[in-house]
């Protein structure tokens, strides 16, 4: 399994933007797809956005317009530009990838350790 390092979260305020990043170690990302989870206090873990790896986005109802996933090929990153944001979307936030078909489980799929964004209102 390839191994996800998350990066970028921390505390912002109501109406701010954070930039998630991660990054696979040993590997590319490469023919997989990707994905950012995320999971709030009390909740299950719920899916946010994807980028397949031919370029596809594909966003929950909750990130469409304020949320951009993106990659960069050269420097082997996933992004998740998170814009506008609101206490509700106070979560542990996480970097998946799978090889395409596989699914999104934790049996299938490479699941970072998880990033904290607080968002205070």
């Known amino acids: 399994q390839v191994q996800l390092a998350e990066s970028g979260g921390g505390l912002v305020q109501v109406g701010g933007s954070l930039r998630l990043s991660c990054a696979p170690a040993?590997?590319?990302?490469?023919?997989?797809?990707r994905a950012w989870f995320r999971q709030r206090p009390g909740k299950e873990r719920e899916f946010v956005a994807a980028l397949t790896y031919i370029g596809g986005t594909v966003y929950a109802d909750s990130a469409k317009g304020r949320f951009t996933i993106s990659g960069d090929n050269v420097k082997n990153t996933l992004y998740l530009q998170m814009n506008s944001l609101k206490p509700e979307d106070t979560a542990v936030y996480y970097c998946?990838?799978?090889?395409?078909?596989?699914?999104?489980?934790?049996?299938?799929?490479?699941w970072g350790q998880g990033t904290q964004v607080t968002v205070s209102s």
């Open positions: 998946v990838a799978t090889s395409p078909g596989s699914g999104w489980s934790s049996q299938a799929a490479a």
């Open positions: 040993g590997r590319t990302f490469s023919g997989l797809n």
